[in-house]
């Protein structure tokens, strides 16, 4: 479902270029659950901002469901990632004076859904993710778990089939973070969504499928489940 | 700290450039305005000052009655007078040549007339023949009654040459004159910007109506005779009849004319550069808010609160100091500007110079720059004191998560309601007549405070409070005196009521949003929702920037308001007052300043125009009053009587009309009466050729036709007094119900009539075409006015631009955000384009309430004051709406650059952590 082919991205710092990635391919299925891994500035992060349309690569492509990300236009490539592709950061990235039915309902109303529809729709999946009773509260009275459980909430508004997250654990206690890890497992296995989740980690890749590690900006090695653990 | 400033402020401030590029824009706009508007008002006065002073010469005293000239029996008698050397009369007048190839375009002429016999005491002249040799009396050349002598400069402009004949109009009509000389640049020849012409002055009486008159009598004093002396001396001997002045006394009377008119733009400069205040504040405080974090490590690394203080104050004093010298800079030449398309309007109004030398002066510089430097280090105060109160803790506490922004302190916003609630208590009693005197409520408070000393074991002798309240002047603490506000009491009011709008800003903004959010439906209500959050997260910010917006547009207001007040109000007392068909003017505008009034024999002439049935000369001479000058407006009641209906506002209308008709009495005009205090004169005394007239008073009239104020009397008695046969107008009357074809018949015969078409350059307007003309020039009078107002909307403006890019750089990442779960940069776009919206509607709401208060205080109060007019409040409100919507588009406008930067961040920059 996601294809990812000879990535390459070349920052420049004035004159001097910095090769964040130097050709990175590997491929995700149908429900099929990835860690991305790798040193601190290995170019992680900006894997997973190419595939989610956030940058534009130097060269190579990023194809989902076969539609290269390459060639559709900047409004084409919004709606794509509003429509088929869910954000998980490691800070939350809520928006600070709504409260979380307003976060997740926002997407929606934002693509044309009426408010009402819309905030029927984020209740749903609000109570989906445990936080039936949270609606009504706003980012700062929520704790990092639930914060973060919203801003899943949020990714799966359009229920979509592909879910970036970077770090999303990062700022989460132990407890919360293996409830975020889990709540995203499930995404793959019981709604066959992909999901590609970047990670320092260990405790986390063992609830991926396959793990690619990355190594100043190459792929250093790709195992499978059993192997990564 | 030096070290702080180089590192830290000065990068930041380069890093920001734009901000920085618009803050400096900013005060040096308010500046430029401030110098530009000195340079106006200066230039106007200096050069008046530069013509007396070049026509005196070394003249030390002069006798004068204003327009209406002296006497000429004077002159025999001051001739012998044992202290003085020599006793000259003059003549001055502002004529036009009409000869030259210029048409359309006639050349404004200051002609002087003298004694050519003994002028040489008092003035120098210089003349070459062909060969260039010193001639060693020019005067002489004047013996014959056409004879000129015109400034050289003048002559070779226009391609004159001696001996030859030229045009000039007078009062008898266009009369040729024979050029007998050319004057070096060099004396009075350099006066009126050197477009001067000098003739003897017995034809010039002729000519220009001065039978029996001169316009002044010029005095050198005897070797050793002290000038007060003899000032005080004279004064005794001609009884007190006639002014005896020093030369440079002279200016005062137009410095004094001048002076609403200079108030008015002053205190429009100030509330331009006043403006500026919240660009900085604005400035500052995003520059403190963005570097939370920096000055939390700053703390942290020992750097003391001071320190902080002054890195921001500087800071903003940076600011200061470039915006006041680029607004200096460009202040002289829109300075210049101004004088160029503006000054000529305003001095035909007032008293007719040439304006080719520019006032610029150091210390208008030195005026702008501290201004502009004091502003914005006031400015700074505030947010640098903010910055002081963040702590090293608040690192700790800022991770890279979004934050909500700071909570709003409603409490301090609310001290903006006690003066709002002032100024309404204040305008309730003002309205009801209740006398209020503050020295009765301060007396009342000092009871219990004199309570409270005696438990501290002071004994207050309450004799002691009377005594030093008693000190104070009455006036200050009387601010509403009986019938009405001193003065005072009005300024304060109108800065009250400023300031109370500024503070209740953030209220009504908050309650405004409240509105918008609960009706905002659909797609837009969620952009509409993100606008608003990010305005009430920074609200002070965005206060301080709706506040500069509200101001700008409130002023504008204030200005449309007495503006159209003003126009209203005349038009309908000149709809009563102008009943003539035709009117027959000297100037196509009503700029009396530079027109040459004309014998009123041409009247008679016309008078026997097919389809005339009558005709009425009207004058209207500017004359000397208690140090300010006035107006005599002579009327031919024989016609005026039926058919104008004059207002009367005191004293009996048949039993005054009766007797000023007659020629016993004369009528003020209302703000004559209001504004010399006059309200209960029985007499009036005025300057007459013949020395002061005491005039009895037959009633109060309410009238237009001067600003300055006017004694209205009957042409005969006028003729009688001040041996004047001119008139400035000719009112025409067909018989009752002619047409319009008949008017336009009459009109094209009067045109055609020789003596008329010949001799004289007059307009001959229909009813409806001079009201124009007058309607126009009010509008001309406060162009000024409105292209300072120009200057407040781009400094508003940029306050919009610089609180939106503001919030773009601080609310990137939530806009990355936004962005990430599915927002179009067309819908981040909107964000910012409706945020500048509300920003605007909040500025344009307030700014009704605000500029609808100010505009009655200054109808009711401050103009009554000054001119003695009290306009009732008149305006379109189809037009008011439509300047708000236009401020509302502008508004938007300012959001659409910032829209464009926040949708065009590039997502994953917006997005990374710090
Ligand atoms: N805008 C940029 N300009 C220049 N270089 C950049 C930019 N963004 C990233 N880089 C560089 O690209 C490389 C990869 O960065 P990336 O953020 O993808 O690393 P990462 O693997 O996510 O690291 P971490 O584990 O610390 O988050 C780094 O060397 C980084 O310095
Ligand atoms: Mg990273």
């Known amino acids: 479902m996601l294809q990812v082919v000879d990535l390459v991205k070349t920052y420049f710092q004035g004159k001097i270029p910095v090769h964040a990635l130097a050709g990175v391919s590997f491929e995700v299925a149908d429900g099929e659950f990835v860690t991305i891994t790798g040193?601190?500035?290995?170019?992680k992060s900006t894997v997973l901002n190419l595939i989610g349309g956030l940058d534009q690569p130097t060269t190579g492509d990023v194809r989902i469901d076969n539609v290269s990300l390459l060639k559709l236009s900047d409004t084409e490539r919004t709606k794509m990632r509003r429509d088929r592709i869910g954000f998980v950061f490691q800070f939350f990235n809520l928006l600070p004076t709504m409260s979380a039915l307003e976060n997740v309902s926002l997407p929606l109303i934002l693509g044309g859904v009426r408010r009402k529809d819309a905030e029927a729709r984020a209740t749903e999946i609000l109570t989906h993710v445990g936080l039936g009773d949270r609606v009504k509260h706003r980012p700062d009275e929520l704790s990092g778990g639930e914060q973060q459980r919203v801003a899943i909430a949020r990714a799966l508004a359009y229920n979509p089939v592909l879910i970036l997250a970077d770090e999303p654990t990062g700022n989460l206690d132990t407890k919360s973070g293996k409830q975020v890890l889990e709540m995203l497992r499930g995404l793959a296995t019981q709604e066959r969504k992909s999901v590609v989740l970047v990670t320092h980690d260990p405790n986390a890749w063992r609830y991926g499928d396959r793990m690619v590690r990355l190594v100043d900006g190459k792929v250093d090695q790709i195992l499978k489940n059993e192997e990564a653990r | 700290m030096r070290y702080m400033l180089r590192t830290i402020s000065l990068r930041r401030m380069w890093e920001h450039k734009l901000r920085t590029f618009l803050t400096i824009v900013g005060i040096a706009l308010g500046v430029a305005g401030f110098i530009a508007v000195e340079m106006i008002t200066d230039t106007l006065k200096d050069s008046f000052a530069r013509m007396i002073d070049q026509v005196a010469g070394r003249v030390q005293l002069q006798v004068?009655?204003?327009?209406?000239?002296?006497?000429?029996?004077?002159?025999?008698?001051?001739?012998?007078?044992?202290?003085?050397?020599?006793?000259l009369p003059v003549i001055q007048v502002m004529t036009k040549l009409t000869t030259a190839d210029h048409k359309a375009d006639r050349i404004s002429l200051l002609l002087v007339a003298v004694d050519t016999l003994n002028d040489r005491a008092a003035r120098d002249y210089k003349m070459k023949d062909a060969h260039g040799v010193e001639i060693s009396d020019p005067l002489l050349f004047l013996n014959a009654r056409n004879a000129i002598l015109l400034a050289r400069e003048f002559a070779e402009k226009y391609k004159i040459k001696i001996d030859q004949s030229i045009e000039l109009q007078t009062s008898q009509g266009k009369k040729t004159f024979v050029v007998r000389g050319l004057l070096e640049p060099e004396g009075p020849a350099t006066a009126f910007g050197g477009n001067f012409a000098l003739m003897d002055v017995y034809a010039a009486q002729l000519l220009f109506g001065r039978d029996g008159k001169f316009d002044t009598i010029d005095l050198m004093l005897k070797p050793g005779k002290q000038v007060?002396?003899?000032?005080?001396?004279?004064?005794?001997?001609?009884?007190?009849k006639y002014d005896v002045v020093r030369p440079s006394q002279r200016t005062q009377g137009v410095d004094n004319m001048m002076e609403t008119f200079d108030l008015g733009l002053s205190v429009q400069a100030m509330v331009v550069l006043a403006m500026g205040i919240f660009i900085i504040i604005n400035t500052v405080t995003t520059s403190v808010l963005q570097r939370r974090r920096e000055i939390g490590i700053q703390r942290m690394v020992g750097v003391t609160r001071w320190t902080i203080w002054g890195?921001?104050?500087?800071?903003?004093?940076?600011?200061?100091?470039?915006?006041?010298?680029?607004?200096?800079?460009?202040?002289y030449f829109m300075g210049h500007w101004a004088v160029l398309n503006f000054a000529g309007k305003i001095s035909s109004m007032f008293v007719l110079v040439d304006l080719s030398k520019v006032s610029f002066k150091w210390t208008m510089a030195a005026k702008g720059m501290s201004l502009g430097v004091g502003i914005s280090l006031i400015a700074s105060i505030w947010p640098a004191w903010q910055a002081t109160r963040i702590t090293p803790l608040d690192v700790v506490r800022l991770g890279p998560s979004l934050t909500k922004g700071k909570g709003i302190a409603l409490r301090r916003w609310l001290y903006g309601l006690v003066p709002s609630a002032a100024v309404t208590i204040y305008l309730i009693f003002a309205k009801a007549g209740f006398d209020l005197e503050l020295s009765r409520i301060a007396r009342l408070l000092a009871r219990p405070y004199s309570l409270w000393f005696r438990k501290w074991g002071f004994e207050l002798d309450p004799s002691l409070i009377n005594r030093v309240l008693d000190l104070l002047p009455k006036t200050h603490y009387t601010l509403l005196a009986k019938g009405g506000f001193g003065l005072d009491g009005v300024r304060v009011m109108m800065i009250t009521l400023l300031v109370a709008a500024i503070t209740c800003t953030p209220l009504v903004m908050l309650a405004l949003l409240a509105l918008v959010r609960a009706l905002a439906r659909g797609q837009s209500s969620a952009l509409l929702r993100l606008s608003a959050d990010n305005i009430v997260r920074d609200l002070g910010r965005a206060a301080m920037t709706v506040a500069a917006f509200m101001v700008g547009l409130a002023v504008m207001l204030l200005i449309y308001l007495f503006v159209t007040s003003t126009k209203h109000e005349i038009q309908s007392w000149i709809e009563e007052a102008l009943t003539a068909d035709l009117i027959i003017t000297n100037s196509s505008q009503i700029a009396l300043r530079e027109a040459i009034p004309v014998t009123d024999a041409l009247g008679d002439e016309l008078a026997k125009v097919p389809g005339v049935k009558s005709i009425a000369a009207v004058r209207l001479l500017m004359t000397d009053f208690n140090n300010t000058r006035i107006a005599v407006l002579a009327l031919d009641l024989k016609h005026h009587l039926n058919k104008a209906r004059f207002r009367f506002v005191k004293g009996d209308k048949e039993a005054g009309l009766?007797?000023?008709?007659?020629?016993?009495a004369v009528f003020l005009t209302q703000n004559l009466a209001l504004r010399q205090h006059m309200q209960d004169a029985k007499t009036i005394t005025v300057n007459t050729p013949t020395g002061k007239h005491v005039f009895p008073v037959a009633g109060i009239i309410m009238d237009y036709t001067s600003e300055q104020g006017a004694v209205v009397m009957d042409r005969t008695l006028y003729v009688d007094v001040f041996h004047d046969h001119l008139a400035d107008t000719f009112h025409v009357y067909l018989q009752p119900g002619a047409t319009h074809e008949q008017v336009e018949q009459v009109r094209a015969a009067i045109q055609q009539n020789p003596y008329m078409k010949e001799s004289f350059n007059l307009f001959v307007l229909t009813n409806r075409e001079?009201?124009?003309?007058?309607?126009q020039a009010i509008d001309q009078l406060f162009a000024l006015a409105y292209s300072l107002e120009f200057l407040a909307m781009v400094i508003a403006f940029i306050g919009i631009v610089n609180n939106l890019m503001a919030t773009v750089v601080d609310r990137t990442r939530e806009i990355g955000v936004i962005r990430s779960i599915g927002a179009t940069r067309g819908q981040v776009a909107r964000i910012f384009l409706s945020q500048a919206a509300l920003l605007a509607i909040s500025g344009a709401v307030i700014s009704l309430g605000c500029g609808f208060a100010m505009a009655a205080v200054q109808l009711t109060r401050i103009y009554e004051i000054y001119t003695g007019y009290a306009l009732p409040l008149y305006y379109e409100w189809w037009k008011i709406g439509l300047t708000m919507l236009a401020a509302v588009f502008v508004g938007v406008i300012a959001g659409v650059m910032p829209a464009r930067a926040a949708a065009r961040l590039t997502l994953h920059e917006a997005l990374k952590y710090e």
Do not use: C, H, W, Y
């Open chain 2, 228 to 240: 007060p002396q003899v000032e005080a001396d004279l004064s005794k001997l001609l009884g007190g």
């Open chain 2, 770 to 775: 001079f009201k124009g003309t007058v309607m």
């Open chain 2, 311 to 331: 890195q921001f104050a500087l800071e903003g004093m940076l600011f200061g100091i470039a915006g006041a010298a680029v607004g200096t800079g460009a202040g």
């Open chain 2, 64 to 87: 004068t009655g204003g327009d209406s000239g002296v006497d000429e029996a004077l002159l025999k008698r001051l001739t012998g007078n044992p202290d003085l050397a020599a006793a």
């Open chain 1, 39 to 43: 040193p601190s500035g290995s170019g």
């Open chain 2, 658 to 664: 009766k007797l000023v008709a007659a020629g016993e």
